[in-house]
Nanobody, 134 residues
Framework: QVQLVESGGGPVQAGGSLRLSCAVSGYIYSTYSRYYMAWFRQAAGNDREGVAAISRGGSTTYYADSVKGRFTISRDNDKRTVYLQMNALKPEDTAMYYC????????????????????????WGQGTQVTVSS
């Protein structure tokens, strides 16, 4: 069973930065590069939404419009870790942030709509809280 463990969340003032990390372990240890990865977030009372996604090889990324130009997703396949660098944080970025991994989406269907859809991901972490104060 694949396991995803997020870290790096916490309180931060508006305009500040945080770097989230997601360590991947479990039976996919040797096949991590087959997984496309993403970060999602869920604010209190809201649905979970896709924030950023990265393809298996790391060459293609997608972002929600609300974070474009501020957030950057990256992956280190040797370390089996995915990162989300968050800059210029805003109070509306406050949420629980989740790391997710998926395998079912064929490359030909890798586009923004699919890459940021929760139903395309089969493994989820427990989340890390990000709180941005004004």
């Amino acid at each position: 069973q694949v396991q995803l463990v997020e870290s790096g969340g916490g309180p931060v003032q508006a305009g500040g930065s945080l770097r989230l990390s997601c360590a991947v372990s479990g039976y996919i240890y040797s096949t991590y590069s087959r997984y496309y990865m993403a970060w999602f977030r869920q604010a209190a009372g809201n649905d979970r939404e896709g924030v950023a996604a990265i393809s298996r090889g790391g060459s293609t990324t997608y972002y929600a419009d609300s974070v474009k130009g501020r957030f950057t997703i990256s992956r280190d396949n040797d370390k089996r870790t995915v990162y989300l660098q968050m800059n210029a944080l805003k109070p509306e970025d406050t949420a629980m942030y989740y790391c997710a991994a998926g395998t079912d989406l064929a490359s030909v269907f890798w586009n923004q709509r699919n890459a940021l859809a929760t139903q395309k991901y089969s493994a989820w972490g427990q989340g890390t809280q990000v709180t941005v104060s004004s």
